[in-house]
Structures are given as structure tokens and as C-alpha cells.
């Protein structure tokens, strides 16, 4: 039976114009009747998958975690599954769901059908995959160019956090969980769902994208030099054994600030403090090994 798909393509994600025509071609020798889009504009997702998603048994989308994340409310809304291609800088999500990085092995992922459902983050009415974070994330977020993106892959994110590190400044917050108030200093505030964000680095040791909880960490620097050992913790999720990182583990978690602070979910602003996070269980299927 032949399976009618929407592929959306980002062009300007990292490897999405050189693998655009590959992906169509090894789709349509697999068996997929495509109806395919290349976008320009990530803004323009949501609408496309509105307009063709009664017509479709899935939406294919290649590009990284803000693309991803682009076309993530749309989906849920359309109650379709989705079949990633990664062709973006970091492809945290593809990792956290053991997606091969090489488009023909990704696409053979989809055209096996094999659905499995996530949980979702969701923040102030907008879903995210990966992590929603507020403070030195988004100071690199804000920082950090498409251009650099391409030239230097998930190098890019180091060299712009090292820039950003000396000229951010600690914030008040406060977090609301598990029926407790905690008042902070921070730096950063990391709000994770899935497990890999940020180019690889982990929310939590343990963290997967099916355990119905959010993994919760607050980067309560006094000192720079304490970024270093930072750079050994995050990437396996070990970050709680430092004694200036506060973890935490809840269903729900409110944040407040002084100030508004912005939020990035999954490498993009999408949201402002005051905010509600929850986790939303088995919210959206996902074609995966």
C-alpha cells in the first residue's frame, strides 16, 4: 500500500540543500507518494501541515531541532506522525531516538513504519521536543549565526558560549514544584523533556523522552572558573554532582522572575517568563528504529 507523506525540506538547515533531491529520490524508490515543499521560512510549517495534512499518512520534515520545533504544534493539532530526516547542526532529537545521522538509513527508519509515541514539553501553549531553557542559553541562541552553524557544526555552540559566558549576568528566579518554592541565583534555568540538547550534551544522566517527567537543572555560578568542570558533567547528564548545579524532577514546574526573561525551546525564542511548564505523555508519534 502506498503511504502519502509531506515532505518539508529546510534548505537553509546545514546539509539540507545538498541532500534535498537524495531524500526525494530514495523516498519515491521506497514506495512514498510525496507531496513535497521546500521551505525558506520555518514560520511558513505549521500552515503548510494544516493545509495538506487531511490529504497525508505522515509529515516528513528534514532539517535540525528548530525546524522540528517549528512544525511540533501542528502536528499534535493534525494528529499525524512524524519521520525525521536530520539534516540540521546538533539533531539532538535524532539522537535521543537513536535516528541514524545518514539520510539513506533514515529514510529506510520511516518506510519501516515503526511509530513510537513521546512525550512533549509544552511551555506557555507551545510544545518542545528536547529542552526549554531561559539565561545563558538564549544569550547564545541570540548570539549564534546560521553561518557560524555551517561552517563549524556543533563547534559553533562551544565557541559562541565562550564568548557569551563573561558577559552574562546571574538573574533572581524563583521555581514552583512539587508543591515547593524555591528562590535562586542563575545563570541558566534548563527545562528538559527529551535527553540531548544543545549539540549533545544530556539534561539528565537518566533522562529519555518517554518518562513522563521533566529533568530540571539551575546553574548557580559564583565564579567563572566553574564553567570547566561544567564542560566534563554536561555532556554525560552529570551536572547534579557539582555542588553549584541545582537539580530537580518534577510533572510541572512554574518559573519566575524579576525581570522577563525569554525562553528557547529547542534552539528557538518562543516564550517569555512567567512560565508553566508541564509534560504532555505519549503526545505524538514518531517513526523511529
Known sequence: ?????LLLVNRHSRQGQSNFAQAVDILNDLGFELIVVPIKDSEALPKLVRHHGQNVDLVIVGGGDGTLNAVVDSLVEMNLPLGILPLGTANDLARTLNIPLTIPQACQV???????YIDLGWVNNKYFFNVASLG???DITQKLSKGAKRRWGILAYGFTALQVISQTRPFH????????????????IA???GRFYGGGMAIAEDATIDDQRLDIYSLEIKHWWQIFPLLWKLPQ????????V??????????????RQKINTDGEITATTPATFEVIPKALGVLVP
Open 173 to 188: 528566579a524563583q521555581i514552583c514544584i512539587n508543591e515547593e518554592l524555591i528562590e535562586v541565583k542563575t545563570i541558566q
Open 110 to 116: 520511516i518506510a519501516k513504519g515503526y511509530i513510537k
Open 237 to 244: 547528564g552529570q551536572q547534579g554532582a557539582l555542588t553549584w
Open 1 to 5: 500500500m502506498t503511504k502519502r507523506a
Open 246 to 259: 541545582r537539580t530537580l524532577q518534577g510533572e510541572k514546574v512554574e518559573i519566575y522572575t524579576r525581570k
Open 191 to 193: 527545562v528538559g523533556n
Open 136 to 138: 545563558l542559553s538564549v
